[in-house]
């Protein structure tokens, strides 16, 4: 696919230093990423779409069962391109014994696609028949046929859109499962935190609480001790008055008392 030039840095050391980044704190990047690669599977799945909508209209209509028998014949020959790419790039590896075993189970599958094929051509007119019949690809939405040779079918499933496509259903995937585990995470400690903080609100009143009932406590004490002090102190004043109105009246009656004294002795005093 032509999408032209990348415009993201791609650079090893800067991926060296995410991943280490990564492993102290989440960046959670890979939401970004998941996005991006989204896009991508979001516009393949729309071309697949529209490529069965096509065909459905332009091929010509066949009944359920001759339909099913040409799946048949279309998973065959995907197996034998699944296949055949394998046994290629094993065989670049140097691995030719694994390559030579993949060869030899494609030859098994060749055997299943002819008697698919038989039962294909047996069910329709052979003027039909010799019609192409296409199908879209699920994974790269390219077009298959239903008389690809071996060579056009290892191309397609060995091709770099095929794999390409393939390599990034597989990452999406993956990204899909981390960062559903990462907000799961996320969400717990973000739970734990409420929690924690509501545990501390509510300490935070009791003691509260608790400092406001002391405050009332002293407060209500002070009181008594005013009142009891002003109590003391109006008892005292009266106590004192008590003993002052007493005192001016002892005093009275003594003056009075010398003073009659002194008149008595006066009038004795005349007579004599």
């Not at 032509?2 to 280490?20: F, N, S, V, W």
């Not at 690669?37 to 209209?57: G, N, P, Q």
């Not at 066949?62 to 034998?80: G, Q």
């Not at 690809?148 to 859109?161: Q, S």
């Amino acid at each position: 696919m032509d999408l032209g030039e990348c415009t993201k840095i791609h650079d090893l050391a800067l991926r060296a230093d995410y991943e280490i980044a990564s492993k102290e704190r989440d960046l959670f990047f890979e939401l970004d990423a998941m996005d991006h690669l989204e896009s991508f599977i979001a516009e393949c799945d729309r071309r697949t779409e529209l490529a069965k909508k096509r065909l459905a209209e332009t091929q010509e209509e066949i009944s359920a069962e001759v339909s099913a028998k040409a799946e048949k014949v279309h998973e065959l020959n995907e197996e034998i391109g699944k296949l055949l790419a394998k046994a290629e790039q094993l065989g670049a590896e140097g691995n030719v014994d694994e390559s030579q075993k993949i060869l030899m189970e494609v030859e098994k599958v060749r055997a299943k696609k002819k008697e698919a094929e038989e039962e294909y051509r047996n069910s329709m007119p052979a003027s039909s028949f010799q019609q192409q019949k296409l199908r879209v690809c699920e994974v790269c939405s390219a077009y298959l046929g239903l008389h690809d040779n071996d060579r056009r079918l290892a191309d397609h499933f060995g091709g770099k859109l095929h794999l390409g496509f393939i390599q990034i259903r597989e990452k999406l995937d993956q990204l899909r499962k981390t960062v559903a585990e990462k907000q799961e995470k996320r969400n717990q400690d973000r739970l734990r935190r409420r929690e924690e903080r509501e545990r501390e609100e509510r300490l935070s009143r009791r003691s509260g609480s608790r400092t406001r009932d002391r405050r009332r406590s002293r407060s209500r004490d002070r009181r008594r001790r005013r009142s009891r002090s002003t109590s003391r102190e109006r008892r005292k004043s009266s106590r004192s008055r008590s003993r002052d109105r007493h005192r001016r009246h002892r005093s009275r009656s003594r003056s009075h008392s010398r003073g009659h004294r002194r008149a008595s002795r006066d009038r004795s005093s005349k007579y004599k």
